[in-house]
């Protein structure tokens, strides 16, 4: 039988770059958007995502161990990279933390899915791309009407093949445009358009294109707040286990016979730290009214409650000997925060 502390460290390291995420996104409570930009390169990049990279280069905990190992193995594949931050998406959009909304559409090859697409004219009927675009222009002082192709330059002036007067702005009309085919004469409205992938040279036209949707995500901020409480208990336990305490179960039975839950409870050599925690929607004053309460049914164990930083409280932060106040500005502050408490 597996046991929880085995447990918690596989569902822990499963959501790694998950939880990156979330954290990033709790710390950045401004981000409304993740939002897509297709670069120079064409790719297709959502740069918020780039911390991840940033992380990597700061990367003190394990928590980012994986995705460094990650981003050493793929560097060189970039389309990796996007199937990645593909996947974290959905997966992000599946748990409804994300919301997606169409922005448009893109051309992508059919065969490789690459934006990387070079566009070709062509003739509908030869299929050559020596084709040109002529408009059809009537010369009202003479009545000429005819294709620009045939208009002469003298002199550096654009003269009327008919009259060979000058053309002045006034004096001509434009009555159409069309394409020509210099190499079988045929004349077309449209051109037909030929992609070519400059990754795995596919030829394809509209009819076979990927025609793909492009999305912008939306944070939704209350579903992330949910996720607030998890990530906050998972740093917990594992900061506590790296000071070699043992998670339990974080419930913890008082002189009263009653238990008390908390977010996180650790036991080493027989002494017992039960850890709670301000949750968005809680009121931090009535939270720690609750945890002085179970406190006092509770003298023989050593309780810390985690208040966010937006968190104003009326009562003195010395509040009882067993119970320590422990506040922090952002998530990431957490481990320090439990750290600095255990020492
Ligand atoms: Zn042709
Ligand atoms: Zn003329
Ligand atoms: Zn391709």
Redesign the pocket.
Known sequence: MKTMENDREETVKERISFIDIIKYLLKNKNIRYIEPEINELLELRYPVLDFIQSLVKGGVTPYFEKVMSYLQKYTQLQSRMEEEVEDLLRELTTRKILRKVPLGKIVK?P??K?LKILNKYLCPRCSSDNIKHIYIFSHIPCGFTGSSSELKTVNGKTVCPKCNKELKEDEYTIRGDIFICNDCGSTFAQPEIMHT?T??H?QFTAKDALYEDLYRYEIVVEELNKYEYIVVRDLVGLTLQTHGYSITEPKVRGLSGIEHEFLVVGVKDGKTIAIDFVREDEDADTKLMIVLGKAVDLPMVDIAILVPGKFKLSRPSEVATNVKILRYKYIDEIETVISDYLK
Do not use: P, V
Request: some cysteine.
């Open positions: 090859c065969e490789c690459s992938c990754k795995c596919r």
